[in-house]
């Protein structure tokens, strides 16, 4: 076998788990700074920041539930940081004009101010990461991101249709 093609073959997941491993790394890294920046400047975690990110994309609020879906995490978990967020008056929660069985939470006033500052800080944080790497290096990333997370999405709906 030529020397060339040698080099070329890898083992069965071996590719997998070092772009895992690298996505998590990357991921890891970035987390911790941003988490760290966040609480000492606003006492917000990265987890409160998410659900304010996600009440201020939806102005009319969420039910708890699809809160849950929207931050890909456990009912439980939600439960745990909207409690926190209603003692730090940062959300409010009402009972569903449509469902009386489930609850909708909303940014308030207090809130929408914090998250708005918080994510100009978040903004300028992660330029400042991030650079060093090109535009055109981004952009291809994201690109490559977005068709892996495609894919993965696709080959996930096809094996959920065969259970």
């Given at each position: 076998?030529?020397?060339?093609?040698?080099?070329?073959?890898?083992?069965?997941?071996?590719?997998?788990?070092?772009?895992?491993?690298?996505?998590?790394?990357?991921?890891?890294?970035i987390f911790a700074s941003?988490?760290?920046?966040?609480?000492?400047?606003?006492?917000?975690?990265?987890?409160?920041?998410?659900?304010?990110?996600?009440?201020?994309?939806?102005?009319?609020?969420?039910?708890?539930?699809?809160?849950?879906?929207?931050?890909?995490?456990?009912?439980?978990?939600?439960?745990?940081?909207?409690?926190?967020?209603?003692?730090?008056?940062?959300?409010?929660?009402?009972?569903?004009?449509?469902?009386?069985?489930?609850?909708?939470?909303?940014?308030?006033?207090?809130?929408?101010?914090?998250?708005?500052?918080?994510?100009?800080?978040?903004?300028?944080?992660?330029?400042?990461?991030?650079?060093?790497?090109?535009?055109?290096?981004?952009?291809?990333?994201?690109?490559?991101?977005?068709?892996?997370?495609?894919?993965?999405?696709?080959?996930?709906?096809?094996?959920?249709?065969?259970?």
């Amino acid at each position: 076998m030529p020397a060339a093609l040698k080099e070329t073959i890898v083992p069965l997941g071996q590719i997998e788990t070092r772009l895992w491993l690298q996505l998590l790394s990357l991921h890891g890294d970035i987390f911790a700074s941003l988490n760290a920046l966040l609480i000492s400047e606003f006492g917000l975690s990265l987890a409160k920041f998410d659900v304010l990110a996600q009440l201020d994309r939806d102005r009319n609020g969420l039910a708890l539930g699809q809160l849950s879906q929207n931050l890909k995490v456990s009912g439980g978990n939600v439960s745990g940081l909207v409690q926190r967020l209603l003692a730090d008056d940062l959300i409010s929660k009402e009972m569903s004009s449509e469902d009386r069985r489930s609850f909708i939470v909303r940014l308030t006033p207090k809130g929408e101010a914090l998250f708005r500052k918080a994510a100009d800080m978040h903004k300028r944080h992660l330029s400042q990461r991030l650079e060093t790497i090109s535009a055109g290096e981004l952009d291809t990333a994201l690109s490559v991101l977005r068709s892996l997370s495609a894919k993965i999405r696709t080959q996930s709906k096809k094996q959920s249709r065969k259970k």
